[in-house]
DNA sequence: TGAATTAACTTGTAAATACAAGTTTGGACG
DNA sequence: CGTCCAAACTTGTATTTACAAGTTAATTCA
């Protein structure tokens, strides 16, 4: 499965490994290959492959030790939203189910939740909505409400979200990668929709994160608000 | 102001501009020297540079355009507590006052609220504890609860921590450097003890961060927990 | 046998170099 | 005067080399 056209060597390796581990073949509390070794596999050099650790470290996947090696933590606990990974990569596709509450549709901004504020051009163009539901081992988790600047993105309002990657396909069909992005955390109470679709009670405290995700696209930016249900899946995150 | 004995040059490059974005020696939409240029200015080469620009992109002091250069964003808005930094050096000192609501003191761990095991070495040493309050701009906004094990930490249930960063004590008078750690995230409603110290009435929503921090000295350990008023100081964090 | 030392690993930091790719600027040419 | 294009920037990726610092394991010597 080739994940796109120039992918750099780092993003490479970084993409084999990760998947390695995710898959078993490394397992926690093993010892990666010694980097000089991952050279050789790779066919490439140090500071490449160090890139690509340096990924895995900063995702949780791996710990590396002075003089021992890089030791496998396995695949991070809880739920890596606050990495640059969507949701789906972020838990793992195994258990995780995506309902579609809103198919995607052009509609007006709204931005009266929106921590950020909208740029000249995307306010003029439309905006592409669509309102998703996480459910993790049978449990509501996240209420996801996307919404993106309806540009250039002929036929997605046509698309099949069903339990696909929102960024696998924007990476596939419309050669956009997301670059990075920055969020607010905040703690909320669960208004009524929230609470039916969370399947809460009412005064349930709710996780609340506003992003913004960059795209490698100019100008253009992902707006989304993920309310999650922390009771059961805490939102995880090193440093 | 010296850091530490031997920081890398990479840091060193890293605090200097870090430190000239907070004092507004760099401003917001200033475009900084070109990589090549800071090489001259720090007598070093573009790979120590860019290690430490990559920090500085990463906790959102700048971000970096191919072709053009590294756009100063300015201080991080809100409250970064999702990087490295503790809370001290995450707001500024400025406008944080520190309350010392349980004074360090020695006694047996509170396992109850940890997300943590603990180590078993950990379990038989006893446990440093204080609770301290965090007040920015006249409105308390965290709640910090600080366990540590009591390991070779002489004379430290006798320090004034009274707006004095944490890790300023241990890193000058113990040599002790956080390296890294991880955190979990939930939202919880507010007990009676937190709605209190936050100001805040019954049912309130609180961010919980229940975190993990990694020291330089091998084993050794920081467990804090975080009580966090989010409806005024969003918790801020970019990718 | 047992303890200390050494050698052979590991990752961490750093330099020097090269080229690719994106942006800006200014000059040549119509 | 205006347009196009090339040169001179910028950051992104990659290689090669070197040494420092921490860990492990084998070897040596008492």
């Known amino acids: 499965m080739r994940l796109s056209k120039n992918l750099p060597q780092y993003k490479v390796v970084y993409e084999i490994i990760r998947k390695h581990i995710s898959d078993g073949v490394y397992q926690k509390g093993d010892i990666l290959p010694s980097e000089n070794e991952l050279c050789a596999v790779h066919q490439t050099t140090r500071p490449t492959i160090r890139k690509a650790l340096d990924r ?30 969507g949701t789906t990569s972020a838990v793992g596709q195994e258990n995780l189910i995506t309902e579609i509450i809103v198919k995607p549709e052009i509609r007006q901004w709204d931005t009266s939740n929106l921590a950020y504020p909208l ?16 459910i993790m081992n049978k449990q509501p988790v996240f209420y996801d409400i996307t919404m993106m600047p309806n540009i250039n993105l002929r036929r997605f309002i046509s698309r099949n979200l069903e339990n696909k990657s929102l960024f696998n396909i924007l990476r596939t069909m419309y050669d956009i990668e997301i670059t990075g992005g920055e969020q ?36 253009f930016f992902l707006y989304s608000q993920v309310y999650c249900n922390s009771e059961k899946y805490a939102i995880f995150g090193t440093f």
Chains 1, 2 share one sequence.
């Open 56 to 85: 895995l470290v900063h995702e949780g996947y791996i710990k590396k030790k002075q003089g021992k090696g890089s030791i496998v933590m396995g695949v991070p606990q809880g739920v890596g939203i606050l990495s640059l990974s």
């Open 119 to 134: 740029l000249n051009n995307e306010e003029e163009f439309g905006c592409i909505y669509f309102e998703r539901l996480r």
């Open 184 to 219: 607010r955390l905040m703690a909320i109470l669960a208004d009524k929709k929230i609470q039916e679709y969370l399947n809460v009670k009412e005064g349930h405290p709710i996780l609340h994160i506003n992003r913004k995700l960059e795209t490698s696209r100019e100008g």
